[in-house]
Protein backbone atom coordinates (compact mmCIF):
# COMPACT_ATOMS: atom_id res chain seq x y z
CA UNK A 1 0.00 0.00 0.00
CA UNK A 2 1.61 3.75 -0.86
CA UNK A 3 1.51 6.07 1.39
CA UNK A 4 -0.88 8.06 -0.24
CA UNK A 5 -3.24 4.92 -0.38
CA UNK A 6 -3.02 4.31 3.35
CA UNK A 7 -3.37 8.03 4.13
CA UNK A 8 -6.57 7.85 1.77
CA UNK A 9 -7.75 5.06 3.85
CA UNK A 10 -7.31 6.80 7.11
CA UNK A 11 -9.03 9.92 6.08
CA UNK A 12 -12.18 8.64 4.57
CA UNK A 13 -12.40 5.91 8.12
CA UNK A 14 -12.28 9.09 10.17
CA UNK A 15 -14.58 11.17 7.97
CA UNK A 16 -16.96 8.52 8.20
CA UNK A 17 -16.92 8.10 11.94
CA UNK A 18 -17.60 11.96 12.26
CA UNK A 19 -20.40 11.69 9.51
CA UNK A 20 -21.83 8.50 11.50
CA UNK A 21 -21.78 11.20 14.86
CA UNK A 22 -23.53 13.46 13.08
CA UNK A 23 -26.25 11.42 12.21
CA UNK A 24 -26.55 10.14 15.52
CA UNK A 25 -27.55 13.36 16.28
CA UNK A 26 -29.67 13.67 14.26
CA UNK A 27 -31.70 10.81 14.88
CA UNK A 28 -31.48 11.19 18.60
CA UNK A 29 -33.25 14.96 17.59
CA UNK A 30 -36.12 13.44 15.38
CA UNK A 31 -36.83 11.03 18.03
CA UNK A 32 -37.56 14.00 20.51
CA UNK A 33 -39.36 15.96 18.09
CA UNK A 34 -41.46 13.01 17.78
CA UNK A 35 -41.60 12.21 21.52
CA UNK A 36 -42.64 15.74 21.77
CA UNK A 37 -45.27 15.76 19.77
CA UNK A 38 -46.49 12.32 21.04
CA UNK A 39 -46.49 13.32 24.66
CA UNK A 40 -47.70 17.00 23.80
CA UNK A 41 -47.38 17.65 27.66
CA UNK A 42 -48.28 21.42 27.07
CA UNK A 43 -51.11 20.77 24.73
CA UNK A 44 -49.70 22.70 22.04
CA UNK A 45 -52.12 22.61 18.73
CA UNK A 46 -50.80 22.73 15.31
CA UNK A 47 -52.42 25.74 12.87
CA UNK A 48 -51.41 25.99 9.23
CA UNK A 49 -51.81 29.55 7.85
CA UNK A 50 -50.61 31.78 5.53
CA UNK A 51 -48.33 33.04 7.35
CA UNK A 52 -44.85 33.32 5.09
CA UNK A 53 -44.91 37.32 4.32
CA UNK A 54 -48.32 37.50 6.35
CA UNK A 55 -47.79 41.08 7.96
CA UNK A 56 -51.16 40.89 9.54
CA UNK A 57 -50.40 37.61 11.65
CA UNK A 58 -46.60 38.28 12.16
CA UNK A 59 -48.01 41.59 14.35
CA UNK A 60 -50.73 39.03 15.79
CA UNK A 61 -48.14 36.83 17.01
CA UNK A 62 -45.53 39.49 18.03
CA UNK A 63 -43.49 39.00 15.55
CA UNK A 64 -41.14 41.75 13.23
CA UNK A 65 -43.94 42.43 10.40
CA UNK A 66 -40.95 43.21 8.14
CA UNK A 67 -39.31 39.90 8.41
CA UNK A 68 -40.92 36.47 7.16
CA UNK A 69 -41.46 33.91 8.71
CA UNK A 70 -42.59 30.13 7.66
CA UNK A 71 -43.54 29.30 11.42
CA UNK A 72 -43.61 30.31 15.13
CA UNK A 73 -44.09 29.07 18.56
CA UNK A 74 -46.81 30.37 20.78
CA UNK A 75 -47.43 29.79 24.13
CA UNK A 76 -50.79 31.46 25.06
CA UNK A 77 -52.12 29.03 24.49
CA UNK A 78 -49.50 26.45 23.02
CA UNK A 79 -49.47 26.12 19.63
CA UNK A 80 -47.40 25.99 16.60
CA UNK A 81 -48.02 28.23 13.59
CA UNK A 82 -46.60 26.84 10.29
CA UNK A 83 -46.98 28.08 7.28
CA UNK A 84 -48.84 25.82 4.83
CA UNK A 85 -46.46 25.63 1.73
CA UNK A 86 -43.75 24.27 3.98
CA UNK A 87 -44.94 22.15 6.98
CA UNK A 88 -42.29 19.49 7.84
CA UNK A 89 -39.07 21.50 8.47
CA UNK A 90 -41.42 24.01 9.51
CA UNK A 91 -42.81 21.74 12.30
CA UNK A 92 -39.67 19.54 13.17
CA UNK A 93 -38.01 23.55 13.67
CA UNK A 94 -40.88 24.92 16.25
CA UNK A 95 -40.45 21.89 18.22
CA UNK A 96 -36.90 22.49 18.21
CA UNK A 97 -37.75 25.39 19.58
CA UNK A 98 -39.69 24.12 22.34
CA UNK A 99 -37.27 21.30 22.87
CA UNK A 100 -34.09 24.48 23.40
CA UNK A 101 -35.53 27.09 24.35
CA UNK A 102 -32.17 28.90 25.25
CA UNK A 103 -30.53 27.99 21.56
CA UNK A 104 -30.29 30.58 19.57
CA UNK A 105 -31.89 30.89 16.15
CA UNK A 106 -28.41 29.78 14.71
CA UNK A 107 -28.32 26.93 16.84
CA UNK A 108 -32.19 25.81 16.17
CA UNK A 109 -31.64 26.32 12.35
CA UNK A 110 -28.53 23.90 12.45
CA UNK A 111 -30.59 21.41 14.30
CA UNK A 112 -33.30 21.77 12.25
CA UNK A 113 -31.18 20.99 8.73
CA UNK A 114 -29.13 18.10 10.56
CA UNK A 115 -32.46 16.59 11.55
CA UNK A 116 -34.10 17.16 7.71
CA UNK A 117 -31.00 16.17 6.50
CA UNK A 118 -30.62 12.77 8.24
CA UNK A 119 -34.52 12.20 8.27
CA UNK A 120 -35.77 8.72 7.57
CA UNK A 121 -39.01 8.10 6.10
CA UNK A 122 -40.04 6.14 8.98
CA UNK A 123 -39.54 9.41 11.15
CA UNK A 124 -40.85 11.53 8.63
CA UNK A 125 -44.21 9.56 8.53
CA UNK A 126 -44.34 9.75 12.18
CA UNK A 127 -43.86 13.46 13.05
CA UNK A 128 -46.66 14.01 9.91
CA UNK A 129 -49.09 11.60 11.46
CA UNK A 130 -48.49 12.93 14.84
CA UNK A 131 -48.74 16.13 13.69
CA UNK A 132 -52.23 15.62 11.80
CA UNK A 133 -53.58 14.52 15.41
CA UNK A 134 -52.75 17.93 16.61
CA UNK A 135 -53.89 20.28 14.10
CA UNK A 136 -57.19 22.57 14.80
CA UNK A 137 -58.74 24.57 12.11
CA UNK A 138 -59.91 27.84 13.79
CA UNK A 139 -63.54 28.98 13.94
CA UNK A 140 -62.88 32.93 12.91
CA UNK A 141 -63.36 32.84 9.07
ZN1 LIG B 1 -36.72 29.82 14.73
Known sequence: MSVTARHRSVVSKSATRSR????AGAHYLARRVVTFLRENEEGHYIRLQNLYGNKKLAEKYGLDPK???YGCLVWDPPRIVVDFRN???TIVHEVLHALYPDATEKEILY????VMRHLTEYRAVQIWTL???LMRVSEER
Open 87 to 89: PLA
Open 131 to 133: SGT
Open 111 to 114: KESL
Open 67 to 69: LRY
Open 20 to 23: DKTK
